[in-house]
């Protein structure tokens, strides 16, 4: 993929910025004994609080 627009710039800042925050929450909220997918599913609602949207 090759960025071409401001637009599209904008928007792959917004989603890095979206998945460092995620990455951190998640570092800070996990536990010994739990499972990845009570992680998973805490990461994807901090993405969707955030109104991001999985990639196809």
Do not use: H
């Not at 627009?5 to 004994?33: C, F």
């Amino acid at each position: 993929m090759s960025i071409t627009k401001e637009e599209e710039l904008i928007g792959i800042k917004k989603a890095s910025e979206a998945v460092a925050y995620t990455l951190k929450e998640m570092r800070n909220y996990v536990r010994p004994g739990m499972t990845t997918k009570e992680l998973d599913e805490f990461g994807g609602k901090l993405l969707m609080e955030m109104g991001a949207k999985s990639a196809p």
